[in-house]
């Protein structure tokens, strides 16, 4: 089992930035892929960023979704067991309640129990 917990969000302006952490504890050595999902209201939850450790290299491989590509970076801490989710030029249609999933090679996924990101001036 992995118990995620997110925290960072809030109330920012548009334009502005946020930076989110997941703190991920219990069988973390089982994990492969860390990433952020999000949903908005009346909407279905949504990819945005995911980072895998390479087994051979230990090199990082991220990917994106074509909305947030430029804008949010993914990054994790080994050490902490911690992903993080730096978000920049947030926008009003950025505001959603943002998800941290781990995925495990048993091929099980996690999420926490979320935090609200509010965009708006």
């Known amino acids: 089992q992995v118990q995620l917990v997110e925290s960072g969000g809030g109330l920012v302006q548009p334009g502005g930035s946020l930076k989110l952490s997941c703190a991920a504890s219990?069988?973390?050595?089982?994990?492969?892929?860390m990433a952020w999902d999000r949903q908005a209201p009346g909407e279905q939850r949504e990819f945005l960023a995911a980072?895998?450790?390479?087994?051979?290299?230990?090199?990082?491989?991220?990917d994106y979704a074509d909305s947030v590509k430029g804008r949010f970076t993914i990054s994790r801490d080994n050490a902490k067991n911690t992903v993080y989710l730096q978000m920049d030029s947030l926008k009003p249609e950025d505001t959603a309640v943002y998800y941290c999933?781990?995925?495990?090679?048993?091929?099980?996924?996690?999420w926490g129990q979320g935090t609200q990101v509010t965009v708006s001036s």
């Open positions: 219990g069988s973390t050595s089982s994990i492969h892929t």
């Open positions: 999933r781990a995925s495990d090679w048993g091929g099980r996924n996690y």
């Open positions: 980072i895998t450790s390479d087994p051979i290299t230990i090199d990082d491989n991220t």
